[in-house]
């Protein structure tokens, strides 16, 4: 049988082939094709029973057929798989976007909304209606036959403009090569990077050292190259590509106008008086007016902490490195710099005292005392021998989900973190279904038969990542639409993530977890002071430059003529002007590589980042308050927060959990700017 087409237990990932992929997701696709023309016919009433479910129960059998692929494709990447997964994902694309747009599923959660009945449904379930409502909505569902065909048409042009933003980065990117052949040249660039580099330029048959602007190239030499000059011309490279400056096939110049424009027009037609606008109808922020009040109250609060951090390393680059002025090429250098002469400690040195069996145990420790609950290993079938598999069980021994765990990197395995969903709870027949995870990093091995080790930022990440994963797991919503991560805000979703994260910064938490390597000591305190005293270096820079971008996106979106006579850099110039300590030189074309805003899912969203970590660092300062260990404020953590799911409102939530809205001042706090003695003034 096909492993791809049995839901009756966890997944059988040993029996899987590739080829099961094409005639799984054929048969799923035809059938739910079908299913829904028999739903949406006038004879099925618009009720949950007769109208919601079987979508619901359709479109979970294909998610599980298609999730599985997805993840073994992610996991597991050989060339067959990933053909299999390339060839089958347009008919799974196709498939939702027919839904999205179908008329008469629309007509029928219409008239669900208006019937007695909706009044009588969950709030999870209310909630999930209102959701399909205000996506057909923004998907055009109500526009008159002209205006959906234009809608359409912009949706279609700004995708393939965005595709072209990104390869004239990456073309851009590509197309540039420094090849240095006088080592003096290189002083102060660690091994590693040299090797690779070396390596690089022999592949070409050339001699001496090949530099790019990729990140693992470009980096090292801006942090650590000793030559200035050759910084500048990195730099210089770097902060022009895809603009006028080089080749005008690249020029990414007139799509950002364009695309501008577009979103603008795609608004307008919707109705709403700006894109920002439209970017925030289905996110926790309320208006574009409040999230820029939001930024614009954090950069008057960074700002002086910023000009600090100026300060201080301009002044340590005059007297220790001899540079009277600080350009833009040095900030890095010179920082690392400071860094290393502030805080003398390594990665390394810390990496010791943190094996792998220490923090799993610690992180499970952390969360069945805090939720009473009991993480124990379990069996299920896996992809690979590294996977492993736990359960969570509560105080009654009551299962209440599962989730695989996989830590290393490994080649046929796509780089970076996540968690994912296997399973979602949901209520069936009278039938309960516990929630299944995926969590996933990138770490090192283990080399040899000693344990792996991992660096204080991967504790970090592990602990996200089953932030993701808890968020997910305790969810007590019984809707598949509201539970657990789904149908919450995009700018909420991380606050569950980001809020284990500060656990990694107490004391009492990490102390238990760390063990050294060779001779099993725990982490000495005055190594954990050093640690946390680096953590907020340079925090108030970060802040104002993570601001500088997220009102440019903003201001864009929002009140920002594309067809005026300001340009998009005079635009960012006078953000510049109001809340940055750093001013690139005349032709950094930032806007030009901003991925994220061009080319990703961040327009007018840029802020998330930053709104996502106010929620989180204010949720753990009632931790603060009471305790971090506290089991009653966990408990309420619990229920308000991560067993709600997307069945609320993210800021109902919130206001449940924390007792009033939202403040910035433990952000500030964590972030070292929190007033008080030691503020600048
Ligand atoms: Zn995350």
């Known amino acids: 049988m096909n492993p791809l087409l049995d839901f009756a237990g966890l997944p059988r990932f040993s029996d899987f082939k590739p080829d099961f992929v094409a005639p799984a997701v054929d048969s799923l696709v035809a059938e739910n094709r079908a299913l829904i023309e028999r739903v949406a016919a006038p004879a099925v009433a618009p009720t949950w029973h007769d109208f919601v479910q079987p979508q619901e129960d359709a479109n979970e059998r294909l998610n599980r057929a298609w999730g599985m692929v997805g993840h073994l494709n992610s996991v597991m990447n050989s060339p067959e798989l990933r053909e299999a997964y390339n060839a089958n994902l347009p008919k799974v694309t196709q498939y939702y976007t027919e839904l999205s747009q179908h008329q ?30 205000r996506d057909f909505r923004l998907g055009g569902a109500e526009l008159p036959p002209e205006e959906k065909a234009r809608y359409m048409a912009i949706r279609e042009k700004l995708s393939q403009l965005s595709a072209r933003f990104s390869d004239n980065l990456l073309d851009a990117t590509n197309a540039y090569a420094y090849y240095a052949t006088d080592a003096g040249e290189l002083a102060g660039i660690p091994q590693d990077a040299l090797l690779a580099a070396r390596e690089a330029a022999a592949a070409e048959g050339r001699p001496g050292w090949k530099f790019t602007l990729h990140a693992p190239s470009y980096l090292p030499v801006m942090q650590y190259a000793e ?45 709403f008086a700006s ?30 902490y910023a000009e600090r951090d100026f300060k201080e390393l301009a002044g340590f680059a005059r007297d220790e490195l001899g540079m009277d002025r600080l350009e833009a090429w040095d900030l890095p250098y010179a920082s690392e710099k400071l860094r290393v002469a502030r805080y003398a400690f390594s990665d390394q040195e810390v990496k010791q005292y943190f ?22 290993p379990a069996q299920a079938p896996v992809w690979h021998n590294d996977v492993r598999f736990f359960s969570i069980r509560d105080r009654n021994g009551q299962l209440v989900g599962e989730f695989y765990v996989e830590l290393y990197a490994r080649p046929s395995k796509r780089g970076g973190a996540c968690m994912d969903d296997r399973l979602t709870r949901r209520c069936k027949d009278g039938q309960l279904q516990t929630p299944v995870a ?52 995009w700018d909420a979703v991380e606050l569950p993530s980001q809020f284990m994260e500060n656990f990694c910064w107490e004391w009492e938490v990490l102390a238990p977890m760390t063990a050294h390597a060779s001779t099993g000591a725990p982490l000495p305190r005055e190594l954990f002071e050093k640690m946390l005293s680096a953590k907020n270096f340079q925090s108030g ?19 920002y003529d594309p067809a005026g006579m300001r340009s998009v850099l005079d635009l960012l110039d006078e953000v510049r002007e109001r809340v940055a300590v750093v001013f690139p030189p005349a032709y950094n074309r930032f806007p030009h590589n901003f991925s994220h805003v061009f080319a990703g899912g961040y327009a007018a969203g840029y802020y998330s980042y930053k709104w996502a970590e ?59 700017m929190s007033g008080g003695a030691g503020a600048p003034v």
């Open 227 to 271: 030559n200035r000059a050759l910084r500048e011309r990195s730099y210089r490279a770097f902060v022009t590509r895809a603009s006028e400056f080089g080749k005008p096939e690249w020029d990414n110049s007139q799509l950002i106008t364009e695309i501008v424009k577009l979103r603008q027009e795609l608004a307008r037609l919707l109705g």
């Open 614 to 672: 106010v929620l989180s660092a204010d949720a753990y300062s009632l931790f603060e308050e009471n305790g971090v260990l506290d089991r009653t404020t966990a408990a309420r953590f619990w229920d308000e927060i991560l067993g709600m799911g997307g069945s609320r409102p993210a800021l109902e939530s919130f206001v449940a959990f924390r007792g009033r809205e939202p403040k910035i001042d433990a952000l500030l706090r964590h972030s070292g």
């Open 541 to 559: 820079m970060q802040m104002v430059r993570q601001l500088e971008f997220a009102l440019f996106d903003l201001h864009l979106h929002y009140d």
């Open 355 to 376: 094996p792998e069996t220490k923090v799993i145990s610690g992180m499970f420790r952390l969360v069945e005392r805090l939720y009473g609950l009991k993480i124990e």
């Open 104 to 133: 008469g599923l629309f007509e029928k959660f219409k008239a669900l909304r208006a019937s007695a009945k909706f009044e009588r449904l969950t709030g999870a379930q209310r909630k999930m209606v209102e959701n399909e409502l």
């Open 438 to 489: 995926y969590l996933n990093c990138n770490f090192s091995a283990p080399i040899g038969d000693k344990p792996a080790l991992f660096t204080h930022d991967e504790v970090t990440t592990l602990f996200h990542e089953f932030g993701h994963g808890l968020h997910h797991l305790l969810t007590r919503v019984d809707v598949l639409g509201t539970a657990g991560i789904n149908g919450v805000e």
């Open 275 to 304: 894109y920002a606008e439209y970017s925030l109808e289905p996110k926790m922020a309320e208006s574009p007016r409040q999230v820029l009040d939001f930024l614009n109250q954090l950069a008057t609060r960074a700002k002086p």
